[in-house]
């Protein structure tokens, strides 16, 4: 087979222009004069807006100009010879800046002959340094001080104002300009003076501003749809083109038989008006062509702007073949690194699998079971590249032509490489590589520990998969994207994939409390996928930390805190040795998603594959130890003893007295007031404090009294869920509901609520809740916290949408600037940002939260 | 230019010094770069008011950083 050699070929300069009348011309393979369509038979006019010279869309017919098929064919243009000028509507401003900054008689620019020189050189100079946009920058500011000059430096004639009637109507001194007039300046300007516009005159001369010629875009761009009922129905783009030929032709005929001037104008005016539309149809003060049925027509620029248009839907905005969506949802017995992808979605999905002598046996299998049965195979690709479908039908016939060189599409199976991904991607987390799993199901199921990085939760949140098509694809996806190469952060250096709820909530109630008979332990391990148990003792109850200590490595050593134990108690310190949790709590502050060097550690000893492995055994143990011993949070644990009521009731009254004297101090005028504050905001910030600081005490007294070993207690002091502001709220006192920041101030006059005394400044008139959840709520304590429940529900719905345009933003800014190998971060024209990434040239990913740890590198090397 | 310098003072401000020829020949060797690539400065920046710059010199600034304790950064000097 004869070797095809792409030519490659440099793109030395791209030059961007307007076409000239002439270009127009020469483009165009055909002349339209007609605003017909098709004639009787239904074929195309010549001369006509679907005139076969400007290509084909119909199938079986062949090209005039040349002579490809449908979808050979690219397409031409054609043009139209308009019967006056008119304005080009993108070119308004453009031509608005020429007419004012050039002489109305001798078309020079408004600058003396000796400073045209010296302006064009400073803008070479301005370009070369410091790039375009600042020479496009300085343009303009020459462009405004010639506003001003009132008298051509050539030939002295008085310049006259011009101003713009919007969208294209000029006006020089209560006079309007006609298109030819303004054409006919334009062309005066001299092409030496252009340069100093920022024109260059080979590519834009001003007067192909103002349109002679329009081109017609060719039928591909523009197709008509055949309807059902037989009917054609044509593109917006050939409306709007039949409206502007058919003005045309009127302008035409109406100037050749000497019509009045006044009928002339109008035409003109209306010509201008489509021409104006077909370009842009959102032009501010004009009324947008319409359909029939009242629609917008979608003209030229809609096609191209704003998120549904060319770029941002097209180019920028991809869709991908071989994905799947749906509804995730928990499965703490997968791998972290694995997905559960249901099994339909599994039949649709495929893996292209090159047909080999050695492992043809293999996938004839699956072409046998055809795509009805699971692992079976949709589709047959030839070496000539025709697909052909697996059906009953064709099964047969594909069998006995198959041969190596043939790649068979593969329906999904376990351990195939897919990219899992959930929006919003803010991060590189977001987006990361898994091992496939088929399961029964409709929804897909992934290790609750990987929520975090995505962010995700189970309250019908949807997420994405990809299956890579290439050998390429796979293996990047997989040294790259898996989800042990993102188990450490490289925002903070810690490991962002952890423990959450009840894997804490298990593994702090294992390691803190329990005992348990050693066949209990054996059972326990066994379940998480541990059949080793020689590092168990041999003794009849075992606690709970050596049943920890089986699943951590032999040699590893640890040391750390446990915050949910008080520093008085020898479990506070966290101490590892030779693979033995010797003393301290497993809870958040170790095993919790980003935080604590335990984990870290791990990673940093064993390598990410070995953590991933034991950080699904640790977060199984956890569960497995709630599923064996029972865990309930209930109602009853946020109750409080009569005592503990008493004790509350007695803390807030307490507060109420202060605040009352507080208010009588102010009505006397004897508040003592903070720096800077007048007596009024002296005393709302003092209520304040004080009403605070009367729910920490009841916080507390809760704290204090609650039952230790209640399930909702374990659950807060592991940093499981919940905090005690939660539990004082239920079973005390709600607390203060404020309002950016201050008591509730709002609502009828001189009062919130019309339960209230006018002016009375009292606790519960503004917006202290006394009630606990528990108890529930007062008539007016409701409405307040409703208040404040509509605040900031309103607060979070307007500020998601602001925060991700904002990041947008930023990360559209940011995305091409990198690190180099100096450590130098440059931006794609090589300009420097820093000189130090991140002034001291480390790698957080490296790091241990962001330090490194000289202690114990120093360590490591005197052993040996 | 302003007699008194007390703004150079302030503990917000970091020390601005100037590289001389030789320095910055090595600087624009060291990272390849001309002055376009360098972050740029005003020459009225108040900051080196008192070093009395010239357009396309090199400014040096120590900063303090949260990150690396001290840091160093470059500019150059442009006149618009």
Redesign the interface.
């Known amino acids: 087979m004869e070797e095809i050699r792409p030519t490659y070929k440099k793109i030395h300069s791209i030059t961007f222009g307007v076409m000239s009348p002439k270009f127009i011309k020469e483009m165009a393979s055909a002349k339209i004069v007609t605003p017909e369509l098709y004639d009787k038979e239904g074929y195309p006019v010549v001369g006509g807006l679907m005139d076969v010279r400007l290509g084909v869309i119909d199938p079986g017919l062949k090209c005039k100009t040349c002579g490809h098929k449908l979808k050979e064919c690219p397409g031409h243009f054609g043009h139209i010879e308009l019967a006056r000028p008119v304005i080009h509507i993108k070119f308004v401003k453009e031509i608005l800046d020429l007419l004012r900054s050039t002489c109305r008689s001798c078309g020079r620019i408004l600058v003396p002959s000796d400073k045209i020189k010296k302006h064009v050189g400073e803008l070479e100079k301005i370009g070369a340094?410091?790039g375009l946009a600042e020479r496009r920058k300085r343009v303009a500011e020459i462009m405004v001080s010639l506003k001003t000059i009132t008298k051509c430096p050539h030939c002295k004639e008085s310049q006259l104002k011009i101003i713009i009637e919007k969208p294209t109507t000029y006006i020089e001194d209560d006079k309007r300009l006609s298109p030819i007039e303004i054409r006919t300046r334009l062309e005066r300007i001299p092409d030496d003076d252009l340069e100093v516009f920022g024109m260059n005159p080979k590519a834009v001369r001003p007067e192909w501003m103002v349109l002679t010629v329009l081109g017609i875009p060719p039928v591909t761009m523009r197709p008509s749809i055949t309807l059902e009922s037989g009917e054609r129905s044509e593109d917006d783009l050939t409306h709007k083109l039949g409206d502007i030929v058919r003005i045309n032709q009127r302008l035409f005929e109406n100037i050749n038989a000497g019509a009045p001037e006044i009928i002339i104008e109008d035409l003109w005016d209306l010509l201008q008006y489509h021409v104006t539309t077909f370009f842009d149809n959102e032009v501010a003060q004009l009324p947008p062509a319409r359909h029939r049925s009242g629609e917008p027509l979608k003209t030229i620029t809609a096609r191209i702007k704003s998120k549904e248009g060319r770029i941002r839907h097209n180019l920028a905005g991809k869709r991908t073949n071989f994905s799947a969506r749906t509804v995730i949802s928990p499965d703490p017995k997968l791998n972290i690194n694995e997905v559960g992808v249901p099994q339909v979605i599994a039949m649709k999905l495929t893996v292209p699998e090159r047909l080999t002598e050695w492992n043809m046996k293999y996938l004839k299998e699956f072409i046998q079971r055809g795509a009805e049965t699971y692992p079976g195979a949709n589709y047959i690709l030839r070496p000539d590249g025709k697909r052909k479908k697996i059906t009953d039908e064709t099964k047969e016939q594909l069998l006995e032509e198959l041969q190596p060189g043939f790649i068979v599409e593969r329906h999904l199976m376990n351990g195939d490489i897919a990219l899992f991904n959930r929006q919003p991607s803010l991060h590189r987390m977001s987006m990361m590589c898994h091992r496939v799993r088929v399961l029964p199901g409709l929804t897909f199921r992934l290790n609750p520990a990987v929520c975090a990085p995505y962010n995700a939760d189970f309250d019908g949140d949807e997420m994405n998969l990809h299956i890579p098509q290439t050998e390429e694809a796979r293996a990047e996806a997989e040294i790259l994207m898996e989800v042990q190469t993102q188990l450490i952060s490289p925002r903070y250096g810690l490991s962002i994939i952890g423990c959450n709820q009840d894997a804490i909530s298990g593994n702090y109630l294992l390691t803190r409390f329990m005992d348990i008979p050693r066949e209990q332990a054996i059972d326990l391990l066994a379940s998480v996928g541990i059949t080793e148990f020689k590092k168990l003792p041999h003794k009849k109850i075992v606690s709970g930390k050596e049943v920890f200590s089986v699943i951590i490595p032999d040699n590893f050593d640890f040391d750390g805190v446990s915050r949910s134990v008080p520093s008085d108690n020898p479990d506070h310190t966290v101490k590892i040795r030779n693979g033995q949790l010797l003393s301290g709590v497993m809870d958040k502050s170790n095993l919790g998603e980003g935080s604590g060097l335990l984990l870290r550690n791990i990673h940093k000893q064993y390598g990410r594959d070995e953590m991933v492995e034991i950080l699904g055994r640790i977060y199984r143990l956890g569960i497995e130890v709630l599923l064996k011993y029972g865990f309930t949070a209930k109602f009853a644990d946020a109750d409080l003893s009569e005592a503990s009521t008493v004790q509350i009731n007695k803390v807030i009254e307490e507060a109420y007295v202060d605040v009352n004297n507080m208010i009588k101090e102010y009505k006397e005028g004897n508040l003592e007031l903070l720096p800077g504050r007048s007596m009024k905001e002296t005393l709302e910030l003092r209520i304040l404090e004080r009403l605070n600081k009367a729910r920490n005490e009841a916080g507390k007294i809760i704290a204090d009294n609650a039952d230790q070993r209640s399930d909702t207690m374990t659950m807060v002091r592991s940093g499981a869920r919940g905090n005690l502001i939660n539990l004082a709220q239920m079973g005390a006192c709600v607390g203060q509901q404020a309002l950016r920041g201050e008591r509730i101030n709002k609502g009828f006059n001189r009062r919130t609520i019309s339960a209230f005394k006018k002016d009375d400044l009292g606790p519960e008139a503004h917006g202290f809740i006394k009630s606990g959840f528990n108890k529930g709520l007062r008539p007016h304590e409701m409405f307040f916290m409703a208040m404040t429940g509509r605040d900031s529900l309103m607060d979070t719905a307007l500020r998601t949408p602001k925060s991700g345009y904002l990041y947008r933003r930023l990360a559209n800014a940011l995305q091409d600037i990198k690190v180099e190998y100096?450590y130098?971060v440059?931006d794609a024209?090589?300009?420097?940002?820093q000189?130090?990434y991140?002034?001291?040239s480390?790698d957080v990913s490296k790091s241990e939260g962001?330090k490194i740890n000289v202690k114990q590198i120093i360590n490591s090397v005197m052993e040996k | 230019m302003s007699a008194k310098k007390d703004h150079l003072k302030h503990a917000l401000i970091p020390e601005h010094t100037k590289l001389s020829d030789k320095e910055k020949e090595a600087l624009m060797k060291k990272y390849n770069i001309t002055l376009k690539e360098l972050p740029k400065i005003s020459i009225n920046d108040p900051a080196i008011s008192h070093l009395d710059p010239k357009e396309r010199e090199i400014i040096k600034i120590v900063r303090k950083s949260p990150t690396a304790g001290k840091t160093i950064f470059y500019r150059g000097v442009i006149n618009e």
């Open positions: 340094e410091l100096d130098t440059r024209a090589g300009k420097i940002v000189f130090a991140g002034e001291d480390m962001g």
